[in-house]
Structure formats: structure tokens, C-alpha cells
């Protein structure tokens, strides 16, 4: 009867791989990932391969590279066969890869060498395809995609093919020709790139500040660090805008040559570009005055047309008109406008990071409201 | 069923159930031995739960919550441990004044120490004197420190949270008044009076820069609406100057207690 019991409830390891398991099923990661540790701290090292990969599993789909690439190496050192051994190490060249690291992901698909089975020598062949592609060296790249490819399937080498052609103008429009037509002629950069709006912008602010330079010539002192700022700006801009546009490209003829390999969705999105953006519009779906209305039509107005055309010369996180508009929000008009105008007079370039904590990422200087 | 019998008795000796007390303690220990507190609090609530006399499985189960930061369930599992018990013993009477200290509950932190003997005398001294010092009671923490001189003269971190309750004693905070009266004098002067010079000098700048152009614009033309315009800039600067300057006061007076604030919190990390 005891021994019934002690049974009934005792749990080995493959009772809580199972228990594991079922979590991951339930998609319930952070659990799963515990029973999974748990299996792991017990497991002779054998059986550490196969858990080791099933935690790193549930890193991978935590977008955990890190931690994920940590636990495939694991399961790699314990794994005694060769084979295992490959497809652990190109599991870790697809961390890599996620986490956007191509020249590490291309110097580790050197260190395995194509001398593999033809399963992961098909790998290794489109995983050195992407990591060339995500370099945006474009010619080895769909060499390599071509090798990944059976020579018989003739369909899908021919789609290469054409796709390979269309690749040539992944490369257009040329970042430096648009800053340097920014640079001669303001606001034409910008047009080469596609974008006409904001290259008529560009020639508006700048047309605008330099016909009141002409008819307010005491105001030259002022206007002239802005004429600057805004040309500069354009330059620069006109040069992301050329970066977005290829990236855009990429990420099309990406998605496109991956239907060739419809056996890696989930490298699908490794290129997919987000609209950063901020949305400036949500203190207008805010706003719940008439007042706030006008500040927040002010304030995206200033936005669009004039900070979007400037460098990036607020030394603080949040921008000062950001401040400015969070102020208001908090403390209402009088006391909110005062001390944006104030944040406006703190906003120099001699601040040190005596002065205010800085962000390492933004490289900014950290004054929330 | 001889079979399964045997097969029975064999999993029973040779298996290696997982989930029993001895398993679940021994990674319970790895898990906080490698600081991964949230993970270590989770594996010591089974331990707790296959074996509730398990006093020390309990203690580190409340240590692994209060190091993992959720003061909350630390303070449940001990209200818990301990039902309608006034004082808790050693050494959980420890981490509840741990507890109380991490979630700034200094004014109860001390009145716990005052009223529980069972304490450690130099635990008692250690939270005693950090939470006076973060309470700002810094003549109290000085006399507190010096009556514990007598005891131990030559103990550093006594010395060290003495020389902050003097320096917090000396410390010369701004008058926010008095940066706006100055702001309002000469513009950005009540910035520098904070030690703001940089900020001063740009309010000063352009106040002034503005103010001149307003005037000139009156003289050579005038009413003008450019006159105008520049007056109200340069008055916008001028009263954001006045406000800044009161600001740039609070926020000097609160840095400088930050600072101490930060020095107690070292040492009682330490």
C-alpha cells in the first residue's frame, strides 16, 4: 500500500518533462520554463541535451536571444553526437541572426564549415544567405540562397532568378547622393527619396525663416542658428529617409525570397521594419477643452513641420515641447507654460552629466515633468 | 502481478522522485544560492508546504520574496508563519525589520526595534541609526551614535552614518523665496544662487537679449506689434526665470538630502 502511494505521488523526471511540456503546449512559457529548469538541475547529463533545448526553446519564443543562445550551447557541449552537434550550433547562429548580429552569425557559420549532412548543409547555405543579405551584400547573398535551393526544383530557381534581378535596385536611393542634394539644393534630397512632402517642407521653413531674416533684420541673430539647425537637418534627414527606403525594399524582396523556403517561417519577420513614428496625435484624442484642443493642434503643427525638419539639438529626454505639453497636462496653462519656457532657457549644450543623469541609450539627458 | 510489484519496489528505491522535500530543498538552495530569488521563493513554498516545521526552509523562503522585491508576499508568509504573534522571534525578527526598512517604513521600523528585545544588538543599532538618518533626524541620530561610542569607539560604519548625521546637521539648503527674489532682481541670478550658473547665464542672456530688442523696436518705430512680440518674449522668459529659480532651490535642497539619503542606504546594503 505504501509503496502504491509513494508512487502515486512521486515525480521523476519525465512526469515533470511531461508537466513541462503540456505548459509550453498551453503556451504558459514562464512555467514551463520552470519545470523545465528544474528537469535540467536533476537530469543526468544525457538527458540535460534534450531539456537544455526545450528551455531554449522557450527563450527563443520569450525573445529571450540571449538566454536561448546560452541554453542551445549547453545542449550542444552535452550532446555527444556530431549531427546534434551542427544543428545545436546553427540553432545558435539563429540567435544571432534574430538578435540582428549578422557578421557573428556569419563568422560562426564559418566555424562549421559546409562539410555536413545535406539537411544542414542546405541550412548552413540560407542561413549564410541571410546574414549576407542582412549586411545588404546582396551578391553573395543570393549566391547562397541559390545553393540552398534543389538544382532540381527549376520553379523556384527561376523565381530566384528574377527575384535576383530586382535585388539590383535594393541598393537605390543612395543615402549619400540624397544628403548631398539636400546639401546643394535644400528640400531636393528629400524629393529624390520619395519623400515630396517633407522636401517641400524642408523649402518652406527654410524660404520662410530667410524671408524674415530679410524683413526683420534686428531678428538675424536668431534666425540665422535656426536657418542653420534646419539645414543641417535637412541634410540628415534626407539621408534616414534614403536608409528607410531601402530598408522598406528589403524587408519586400525579404518576405518575397522566403516563400522559396516555406520550411523557416520563423525567420520570416527578421527584417520587418516598424513605423517609429511616435504618435503625437493621442494628446488630441485626449483633449478634452478647447484650450487643450489648440495646444495640441499647436504642438503636432510644431511637430510636423518644423521639429521634423530640425537636428537633433534638444540635449533632453523627454524634447522640450514634449515637457512643455506633459507640464501643461499636469500643472495647468500658467504654471505648464512657465515651466516649459524655463526647460526652453535649461536646454543648452554646456550641461554635463553633473548636472542631470544621462540615458545611455538615447545619450540624452534624463528631466522627466 | 509479481512483475509489478517488483517493477514498483525497483522505482521506489532506484526512481528519483523530483518533487519530494529533499529534491525540492536541495534546488531550492541552488536557486538562491545563484541569486535567482523569484524562482527560489517558488521551489521553498513547496518545501514549506511538504514540511511546515521546516523553520529555516520558511526563513529563506521570506528572504528569496524580500530579495526578489515583492515585500508584499514576504510580509504575508511571515503574518502567516507567525499568526497573532505581537513579536516575532529571531530571526525573523530581523527580516521584518528588513522588510519595513526596504519598504521605507522608517517610523515603523524604529518603533519595532524599541519594542522587540529578541533583536541582535548590532542589527539594532544598524536600523536604528539608518532609520533616524533617513527620517532626517539628524540631531537625534548624532546623540544615538555618540551614546553608542561609549560602547563600541572604534567601529567604522558607526563612524562613517556619524559624520553623515553631521553633515546632515551642517547642511545648507537654498531658500526658494530667496532664488526669486534674486531672479526677479537681476535675471537668472537666483539660478546661479542655487548653483545653476550655466542655466543663469543662458536666462540672463536671453531675457535681457529680448528686453533690449523690445525697447529698440519702442524707440526707433514706435508702438509696433514686433515691439510687442518681443516685450512678451522677453517678459515669458523673465517670469519662467522667477519660477525656474524657485524650482532649481526645491530641487538643490532635495538633491542635497538625496545624497545622504543614498550614503545611509550603502552602508545599510553593506
Not at chain 1, 535551393?149 to 532540381?152: E, N, T
Not at chain 1, 537636428?311 to 524634447?319: H, I
Not at chain 2, 526512481?15 to 519530494?20: E, I, K, T
Given at each position: 500500500m505504501l509503496l502504491l502511494i509513494t508512487n502515486a505521488i512521486a515525480q521523476d523526471i519525465g512526469t515533470v518533462i511531461g508537466f513541462a511540456d503540456s505548459l509550453y503546449n498551453e503556451r504558459n512559457y514562464n512555467l514551463a520554463l520552470h519545470e523545465y529548469r528544474r528537469a535540467f538541475f536533476f537530469s543526468e547529463d544525457s538527458n540535460k541535451v534534450l531539456v537544455g533545448q526545450k528551455i531554449a526553446g522557450c527563450y527563443l519564443l520569450k525573445a529571450d536571444y540571449c538566454m536561448a543562445r546560452s541554453y542551445f550551447d549547453s545542449a550542444c557541449s552535452y550532446s555527444k553526437s556530431v549531427y546534434g552537434k551542427t544543428g545545436y550550433r546553427l540553432q545558435i547562429i539563429r540567435c544571432y541572426m534574430l538578435e540582428k548580429n549578422f557578421e557573428t552569425a556569419l563568422l560562426r557559420l564559418n566555424e562549421i564549415g559546409?562539410?555536413?549532412?545535406h539537411y544542414y548543409s542546405k541550412k548552413y547555405q540560407l542561413y549564410t544567405a541571410i546574414s549576407y543579405f542582412g549586411l545588404q551584400q546582396y551578391d553573395e547573398a543570393f549566391q547562397a540562397f541559390n545553393r540552398a535551393?534543389?538544382?532540381?526544383d527549376s520553379v523556384k530557381i527561376t523565381n530566384l532568378l528574377n527575384l535576383t534581378e530586382e535585388s539590383?535596385?535594393?541598393?537605390?536611393?543612395y543615402p549619400f547622393v540624397a544628403s548631398l542634394m539636400s546639401a546643394l539644393l535644400p528640400g531636393t534630397g528629400q524629393i529624390y527619396d520619395g519623400c515630396w512632402v517633407e522636401g517641400a517642407n524642408s523649402i518652406l521653413v527654410l524660404g520662410g525663416l530667410t524671408g524674415i531674416s530679410f524683413a526683420f533684420p534686428e531678428l538675424v541673430v536668431f534666425t540665422v542658428p535656426f536657418i542653420d539647425r534646419y539645414y543641417v537637418g535637412g541634410i540628415i534627414h534626407a539621408g534616414q529617409y534614403a536608409h528607410e527606403r531601402r530598408a522598406k525594399k528589403q524587408e519586400r524582396s525579404y518576405s518575397q525570397i522566403m516563400t522559396l523556403y516555406?520550411?523557416?517561417?520563423?525567420?520570416?519577420?527578421?527584417f520587418s521594419t516598424r513605423?517609429?513614428?511616435?504618435?503625437?496625435?493621442s494628446y488630441l484624442k485626449q483633449a478634452d477643452t478647447l484650450g487643450d484642443v489648440l495646444s495640441s493642434y499647436f504642438f503636432i503643427i510644431y511637430k510636423c513641420f518644423f521639429s521634423s525638419q530640425d537636428?537633433?539639438?534638444?540635449?533632453?529626454?523627454?524634447?522640450c515641447s514634449v515637457y512643455m505639453m506633459e507640464a501643461i497636462k499636469r500643472h495647468g496653462y500658467f504654471i505648464g507654460f512657465l515651466d516649459g519656457v524655463d526647460r526652453l532657457l535649461r536646454?543648452?549644450?554646456?550641461?554635463?552629466a553633473n548636472d542631470y543623469s544621462k540615458d545611455?541609450?538615447?545619450d540624452k539627458f534624463n528631466d522627466p515633468n | 502481478m509479481g512483475a509489478i510489484f517488483i517493477s514498483m519496489v525497483s522505482y521506489t528505491l532506484f526512481?528519483?522522485?523530483?518533487?519530494?522535500y529533499a529534491n525540492s530543498l536541495n534546488y531550492a538552495n541552488y536557486l538562491f544560492s545563484k541569486k535567482d530569488y523569484q524562482d527560489a521563493a517558488l521551489e521553498y513554498k513547496r518545501v514549506a508546504l511538504l514540511e511546515p516545521n521546516d523553520t529555516l526552509a520558511m526563513l529563506r523562503l521570506i528572504q528569496s520574496y524580500r530579495l526578489a522585491n515583492d515585500f508584499k508576499q514576504a510580509h504575508v508568509c511571515l503574518s502567516n508563519f507567525f499568526p497573532d504573534c505581537p513579536f516575532y522571534p529571531e530571526p525573523f525578527a530581523t527580516e521584518n525589520i528588513k522588510m519595513l526598512f526596504g519598504t521605507h517604513q522608517y517610523q515603523q521600523c524604529l518603533d519595532d526595534l524599541k519594542l522587540?528585545?529578541?533583536?541582535d544588538s548590532i542589527i539594532k543599532i544598524k536600523y536604528e541609526l539608518g532609520s533616524l538618518l533617513m527620517l532626517h533626524k539628524w540631531n537625534e541620530a548624532k546623540n544615538f551614535a555618540e551614546r553608542q561610542f561609549i560602547i563600541n569607539r572604534k567601529n567604522r560604519m558607526l563612524d562613517d552614518m556619524y559624520q553623515t548625521a553631521l553633515q546632515g546637521i551642517d547642511l545648507k539648503l537654498k531658500n526658494p523665496r530667496l532664488a526669486a527674489v534674486y531672479s526677479g532682481l537681476i535675471p537668472g541670478s537666483g539660478k546661479a544662487y542655487t548653483g545653476q550658473w550655466k542655466d543663469g547665464f543662458y536666462a540672463f542672456l536671453f531675457t535681457s537679449a529680448f528686453s533690449w530688442l523690445a525697447y529698440a523696436s519702442f524707440k526707433d518705430k514706435g508702438i509696433t506689434a514686433a515691439g510687442f512680440i518681443y516685450g512678451s518674449v522677453a517678459f515669458s522668459f523673465y517670469v519662467s526665470t522667477i519660477y525656474g529659480s524657485v524650482k532649481s532651490a526645491v530641487s538643490y535642497n532635495e538633491q542635497a538630502k538625496k545624497r545622504l539619503m543614498r550614503r545611509v542606504e550603502v552602508w545599510m546594503d553593506n
Open positions: 559546409t562539410d555536413t549532412s535551393l534543389d538544382p532540381a539590383k535596385r535594393l541598393k537605390h536611393p516555406p520550411e523557416n517561417e520563423q525567420l520570416l519577420g527578421l513605423d517609429k513614428r511616435p504618435g503625437y496625435r537636428v537633433d539639438a534638444c540635449v533632453f529626454n523627454p524634447t536646454c543648452h549644450p554646456f550641461i554635463t545611455t541609450q538615447t | 526512481g528519483q522522485d523530483l518533487m519530494n522587540n528585545a529578541s533583536i
